[in-house]
């Protein structure tokens, strides 16, 4: 068997050595971002917890930034689709989407790594991440949204109801970030169950 990297790949393909190396990579970037910030890393930090030589970080990635847009990417897809499962496996009901919805948020807010990088660390980087942020901001917005577009009425037609139904998730998504981030920042001090019934209340009094 051959060593890469500090790992055993006997019989592996090429292209499972590179998604295992990456995959590595961004969970060191999670650890190295969410403990000492993105500005303060460095790509020696991040390939020694990985356990890589720096080359196969530079294979995988142009630059620490080109790693910390992959890095929130990969923890905002994962909790998108952990809401979406959460939310079609509730009851067909606001309160019990939005309670499933929220809960599954704050389970994930536990993590407090990839709470730092999904919340805190992508922030005015650059213009490129900045977009990669807005990307899923506004996959959020939609997710919130379809929440209540679900029930008995249909979604909002004509240019300026869907303008304002845009503003109001995008406004919701800030709400539910600005509460969650100064929950993970302030060590969890309130209970998983104030923090969603708190914000069920924001939610809901939007939505109907």
């Given at each position: 068997?051959?060593?890469?990297?500090?790992?055993?790949?006997?019989?592996?393909?090429?292209?499972?050595?590179?998604?295992?190396?990456?995959?590595?990579?961004?969970?060191?970037?999670?650890?190295?971002?969410?403990?000492?910030?993105?500005?303060?890393?460095?790509?020696?930090?991040?390939?020694?917890?990985?356990?890589?030589?720096?080359?196969?970080?530079?294979?995988?990635?142009?630059n620490m930034e080109h790693l910390l847009?992959?890095?929130?990417?990969?923890?905002?897809?994962?909790?998108?689709?952990?809401?979406?499962?959460?939310?079609?496996?509730?009851?067909?009901?606001?309160?019990?989407?939005?309670?499933?919805?929220?809960?599954?948020?704050?389970?994930?807010?536990?993590?407090?790594?990839?709470?730092?990088?999904?919340?805190?660390?992508?922030?005015?980087?650059?213009?490129?991440?900045?977009?990669?942020?807005?990307?899923?901001?506004?996959?959020?917005?939609?997710?919130?949204?379809?929440?209540?577009?679900?029930?008995?009425?249909?979604?909002?037609?004509?240019?300026?109801?869907?303008?304002?139904?845009?503003?109001?998730?995008?406004?919701?998504?800030?709400?539910?970030?600005?509460?969650g981030t100064a929950w993970v920042l302030m060590?969890?001090?309130?209970?998983?169950?104030?923090?969603?019934?708190?914000?069920?209340?924001?939610?809901?009094?939007?939505?109907?």
């Amino acid at each position: 068997m051959a060593r890469e990297g500090g790992r055993r790949y006997g019989g592996v393909a090429q292209a499972q050595r590179e998604q295992a190396r990456r995959a590595a990579l961004i969970d060191a970037a999670t650890e190295v971002f969410g403990t000492h910030g993105f500005r303060r890393a460095t790509v020696r930090s991040v390939c020694g917890l990985a356990k890589l030589n720096d080359r196969y970080f530079y294979a995988a990635f142009d630059n620490m930034e080109h790693l910390l847009r992959a890095t929130y990417a990969h923890h905002a897809q994962t909790l998108l689709e952990r809401l979406q499962a959460a939310i079609a496996d509730s009851a067909p009901t606001l309160d019990a989407r939005l309670d499933a919805g929220l809960n599954a948020f704050f389970t994930f807010l536990r993590q407090p790594h990839a709470a730092r990088v999904l919340l805190l660390e992508v922030m005015g980087v650059s213009p490129e991440t900045d977009l990669t942020y807005q990307r899923y901001i506004f996959e959020f917005a939609k997710l919130i949204l379809a929440m209540a577009n679900s029930m008995d009425e249909p979604p909002p037609t004509g240019d300026d109801a869907q303008a304002q139904a845009r503003i109001v998730g995008l406004a919701l998504v800030g709400a539910m970030t600005n509460a969650g981030t100064a929950w993970v920042l302030m060590g969890y001090q309130d209970t998983q169950a104030c923090m969603v019934a708190s914000c069920r209340r924001v939610l809901r009094g939007a939505l109907i």
